[in-house]
């Protein structure tokens, strides 16, 4: 009832009430009623008696406006909005319903929850925005087909311990997530990243990602890329190449929607849970977020179009350290030393004089490997030694003795001056000269 006098009614209630009034003045009989609305003509006669007696209000349910056998009581209610506005402020209805359920033991719908915050006026953080057109893309077919891979930049641990970055990986058939805490975004991260992503699940055929600096390079080719007529490569698409997996680049970010959707999710959620369990360190994050993901992708993951499991067998650990590592080509000395990043390296073993160049690996865990055609050196690190350049011992003495040269006039008797006109005059007949040119203006 919305006031005295006034009731409200269904598109259907108001059907069965035309149709009543038709049958009361006479103009419609009960059966043809009863075809009409697909009823009884017991049910039209039980109609017809109850609006004579009560009139059209009598079609309308007895139950509406009252509340529901199975509703929450108003103590209930009170106590979980005093719960949301103490632990869950920012909590989205969805994501407070199953904390209060799995926390505080209270089971309340979500769309319950939504109704009870718009009613006392509560607004809360996450709303559904308006999206922007984008052309739907349909999934790959094959589980490790095509994974997308990104770095989510974010305050995960709201000020208790350092910044981080979550280095994300979803699966685009099934939606699998994999993920790892570190403390940047660069090749090492990435690389490492990567190899656990390979040793749970398997080397996929190809990486969807952006161009980060980390992924893609503007640089130019090296001389040794020039000989061998490759294009310039960062170290993580290198790594890729040995691996045999394709990179792809997106050209925007909702090109690769669902890892930017996986961080949007795991920025409302993932934050918020490591907040009820006090996460503060890198360590205590990575071994909440393996089991954080363990039951998100149990009950997120999707079949893919195709069962098949299209990931490759990961390589043994020997092979995946040697190719997920940063790889440089250093200058072998004639005293059988390798600079590297200001180190000195001694390589013990005998090779061949005609030896130019060898290859420098720096593993994940810091470790250097030297490498001459496949196979690797040993090698012991010493102290650099001073060398000073010859040339520039030559620019200090000349500096040098620039500054203790004076810079003097030429004496008035100094052979360049002997043909000078000035020169044939004593000093008191040289000033009164140039006194006279002065004047005369010459």
């Not at 056998?69 to 199953?98: M, Q, W």
């Not at 305050?155 to 979550?166: H, K, S």
């Not at 040993?378 to 010859?390: C, D, G, M």
């Not at 004076?406 to 001056?417: L, M, Q």
Request: net charge positive.
């Amino acid at each position: 009832m919305a006031e005295k006098g006034v009731f409200l009614m269904s598109q259907k209630e108001v059907r069965r009430a035309g149709l009543i009034e038709q049958i009361l003045e006479r103009k419609l009989t009960q059966q043809k009623v009863a075809e009409m609305l697909d009823l009884s003509d017991r049910q039209v006669r039980r109609l017809v008696k109850v609006v004579r007696k009560e009139g059209l209000e009598g079609l309308i349910h007895k139950n509406r406006g009252m509340e529901g056998n199975r509703g929450l009581c108003k103590r209930i209610r009170k106590k979980v909005l005093k719960i949301y506005a103490k632990k869950y402020h920012d909590f989205g209805p969805t994501l407070a319903s199953e904390k209060l359920l799995e926390l505080d033991k209270i089971r309340v719908d979500h769309d319950t929850m939504r109704r009870w915050l718009l009613e006392e006026g509560i607004k809360y953080e996450w709303q559904r925005r308006k999206r922007p057109h984008r052309k739907w893309r349909e999934r790959k077919e094959c589980f490790g087909e095509m994974v997308q891979m990104d770095g989510s930049h974010h305050d995960w641990l709201e000020g208790r311990g350092p910044e981080l970055v979550l280095m994300g990986y979803v699966d685009d058939a099934t939606g699998e997530k994999y993920a790892k805490f570190y403390l940047y975004e660069g090749t090492v991260p990435a690389m490492g990243s990567f190899k656990g992503y390979a040793e749970e699940y398997g080397v996929p055929q190809s990486v969807y990602l952006d161009k980060h600096s980390t992924y893609k390079t503007t640089r130019h080719q090296t001389i040794f890329e020039e000989l061998k007529d490759e294009q310039a490569l960062t170290q993580f698409e290198r790594a890729m190449k040995e691996l045999g997996v394709r990179v792809i680049h997106a050209h925007s970010a909702p090109a690769k929607g669902r890892v930017e959707k996986f961080f949007k999710t795991m920025q409302d959620r993932l934050i918020k849970e490591m907040r009820l369990a006090n996460i503060k360190t890198l360590e205590e994050a990575n071994k909440f977020l393996a089991k954080f993901l363990a039951k998100y992708n149990k009950r997120f993951r999707v079949a893919a179009k195709n069962p098949t499991n299209v990931h490759r067998k990961c390589p043994s650990k020997n092979i995946l350290d040697s190719i997920l590592c940063i790889k440089e080509q250093r200058t072998l000395r004639k005293d059988s030393t390798v600079y590297y990043e200001s180190r000195v390296f001694l390589i013990t073993n005998r090779i061949t004089r005609r030896a130019r160049y060898v290859e420098v690996e720096e593993r994940l865990d810091g470790s250097i490997r030297i490498k001459y055609k496949g196979r690797y050196l040993n090698y012991k690190e010493v102290e650099p030694s001073i060398r000073v350049n010859q040339e520039e011992v030559v620019c200090k003495k000349n500096a040098v003795k620039k500054k203790k040269r004076k810079n003097s006039k030429a004496a008035k008797n100094h052979p360049w001056r002997r043909h000078s006109p000035e020169h044939q005059l004593d000093s008191c007949d040289y000033e009164s000269v140039k006194r006279e040119r002065v004047l005369s203006g010459v």
